[in-house]
Nanobody, 131 residues
Framework: QVQLVESGGGLVQAGGSLRLSCAAS????????MGWFRQAPGKERELVAA????????YYADSVKGRFTISRDNAKNTMYLQMNSLKPEDTAVYYC????????????????????????WGQGTQVTVSS
């Protein structure tokens, strides 16, 4: 079992920046493929970015490429999402998620993450971007 706790959300003006953090406890953090999802009111939850166990492989949704950066620090059991040049359409609840990877392998775990197939979720943190 792993517990995920997000922090760093808030209200920011368009063009501003925020850094989200996801702190993990429980099983070994470095054994998970990790991801950030978001859900805006009236919309489905979508994957924003994902990162493999070592941090050497990442995925970004087209809508955030060049603006958001996902990273992780396995020594601190923490994942981050640096969000720059924020837009009103980035307003959503942001969730971190973890996918157990060992049995699947790195590539399949990333595919599963992109499909929304994860094993653990955080409680979410609100990001609001004003125009």
């Amino acid at each position: 079992q792993v517990q995920l706790v997000e922090s760093g959300g808030g209200l920011v003006q368009a063009g501003g920046s925020l850094r989200l953090s996801c702190a993990a406890s429980g099983r070994t953090f470095s054994s998970y493929t990790m991801g950030w999802f978001r859900q805006a009111p009236g919309k489905e939850r979508e994957l924003v970015a994902a990162i493999n166990r070592s941090g050497g492989g990442t995925y970004y949704a087209d809508s955030v490429k060049g603006r958001f950066t996902i990273s992780r620090d396995n020594a601190k059991n923490t994942m981050y999402l640096q969000m720059n040049s924020l837009k009103p359409e980035d307003t959503a609840v942001y969730y971190c998620a973890a996918k157990i990877t060992a049995a699947l392998g790195a590539a399949q775990a990333m595919i599963n993450m992109r499909r929304g197939d994860t094993d653990y979720w955080g409680q979410g943190t609100q990001v609001t971007v004003s125009s």
